[in-house]
């Protein structure tokens, strides 16, 4: 089976992990454009060159994209950009136009823009800095009670609007494209959702137009692999969640808009998987879910740590670590490592937003055809040892200390798995939130 790639941009999480994940199957032929050619933190993706890279391609069954990497340049850009309407559509039309050329299957996914409630510009317009919280405050009234009162100065309302208009007309013309029969799936995301918002507004009209709207972000392109793969195959694996903590699946994820537990179901349906009993399960899906808050260890939200004990199944299973949002639960972590490895296990993940964990976690699993133990290995070196604990030691970006810092969690990861690799760690993006891992 012939895969193309178009990630959201060059972070680690969205560039590399696919690779590695597509690399546990022998049967796949995976192919991504040069790393150059993506987005990082303050450039845009190079358009022109992605367009031109899928023209060239040989011959290949399906692609996987992130439309906003050719509408905008990226997920980021799709905030920032000040391209009009007219020019975005050109764009995208020349990127229709290539690909319906190749008679590929396309499964697809599109932004719907967020509103994050901060007052940081990183990844935002530069007057996000002062006046974020007030756009926040401003959408979210405006959705519950139509108020409109608000000292945003008037420019900056009136450009944040527009921005958002282009975007929501620029995600109803690829409705009209789904209508036509162009995708084999499409999907909006919603990312950092509230109850209410201009996003969420928006998220409703387009479920109304025929759209399939789905919570998350980073995860979804991984989502739609594991379903192009099932599609592919004609398969629909079995998929049975346990969640370590049942009576307290109902609570609402930090940066999400839904229960944890139809974050877990949505996560199965959309990689073209099938929620199943224990009995006829091809594999289990292991939840450690938080108790009354989500935790995030950077931001200093503390939550009750998994305290009961932990007893490895005789079936195939996975873990979705969910207890703290941006890593892992450390006291979980050591109670896998004390149990041991076994031959059933395959995969773990703590990676971010509970819906960034499940959607790489289950397509880890639908693309194992080899042992995954590499990727248990990136996964527990990044999800715990550096977002749960190195992370907090560090300052800044130092690749240098980071190594250093990481040794001794790097020997309990090696003796749990019974191998060792050569590391390197490194910050593409040059901030903490993401360190890349490579093993030899």
């Not at 969205?14 to 994940?21: E, F, G, H, K, W």
């Not at 503390?302 to 305290?307: A, E, I, L, M, V």
């Not at 790489?360 to 990136?378: H, N």
């Amino acid at each position: 089976m012939n895969i193309a790639f178009i990630p959201i941009d060059n972070r680690p999480v969205c560039y590399t992990l696919p690779v590695q994940i597509a690399n546990l199957n022998p049967d796949i032929k995976f192919f991504i454009p040069p790393r150059k050619y993506l987005g990082d933190l303050k450039r845009n993706s190079d358009f022109d060159a992605i367009i031109e890279w899928i023209r060239n391609l040989e011959k290949t069954d399906v692609i996987v994209m992130c439309l906003d990497t050719i509408a905008y340049g990226g997920l980021i850009p799709s905030r920032r950009s000040e391209d009009s309407f007219e020019t975005v559509k050109k764009r995208i039309i020349r990127l229709k136009e290539v690909i319906e050329k190749k008679s590929i299957k396309v499964y697809a996914f599109s932004s719907i823009m967020r509103i994050s409630n901060n007052n940081v510009n990183e990844e935002e317009k530069e007057y996000w800095n002062k006046w974020g919280k007030k756009i926040f405050q401003y959408s979210y009234n405006f959705h519950k009670c139509n108020a409109q009162n608000s000292d945003i100065p008037q420019e900056i309302l009136k450009d944040y609007l527009l921005t958002r208009k282009r975007n929501f007309e620029i995600n109803k013309i690829y409705l009209g494209w789904q209508k036509e029969g162009f995708f084999e799936t499409l999907v909006f995301s919603k990312d950092d959702c509230a109850q209410y918002g201009f996003n969420v507004i928006e998220a409703e009209e387009l479920k109304k137009l025929g759209g399939f709207v789905k919570t998350g972000a980073d995860e979804i392109p991984m989502s739609l692999l594991s379903r192009a793969v099932n599609d592919e195959y004609k398969k629909q694996l079995k998929v049975c969640p346990i969640f370590l903590a049942p009576e307290y699946k109902d609570l609402i994820s930090n940066y999400e808009d839904i229960s944890i537990e139809k974050s877990v179901y949505g996560q199965i349906e959309l990689a073209g998987c099938k929620v199943s009993s224990f009995e006829d399960a091809d594999i289990l899906l292991y939840i450690n879910n938080f108790e009354k808050q989500q935790g995030e260890i950077v931001m200093k939200i503390p939550t009750k740590p998994y305290s009961s004990e932990w007893k490895k199944p005789d079936k195939p299973y996975i873990i979705a670590d969910v207890r703290y949002a941006n890593g892992a639960d450390n006291q979980f972590v050591e109670k896998i490592f004390e149990s041991g490895l076994d031959k059933n296990f395959f995969g773990y993940s703590g990676w971010n937003t509970s819906a960034n964990t499940l959607g790489s976690l289950i397509c880890q699993y639908v693309l194992s055809k080899t042992s995954p133990i590499s990727l248990i290995a990136v996964r527990l070196l990044d999800d715990w040892a550096y977002q749960a604990n190195v992370r907090q030691m560090l300052d800044k970006p130092d690749d240098v200390l980071c190594k250093e810092l990481m040794k001794p969690y790097e020997e309990k990861v090696f003796k749990f798995l019974g191998k060792r690799f050569e590391t390197k760690y490194s910050f593409p993006w040059d901030r903490l939130f993401e360190v890349e891992i490579e093993l030899s």
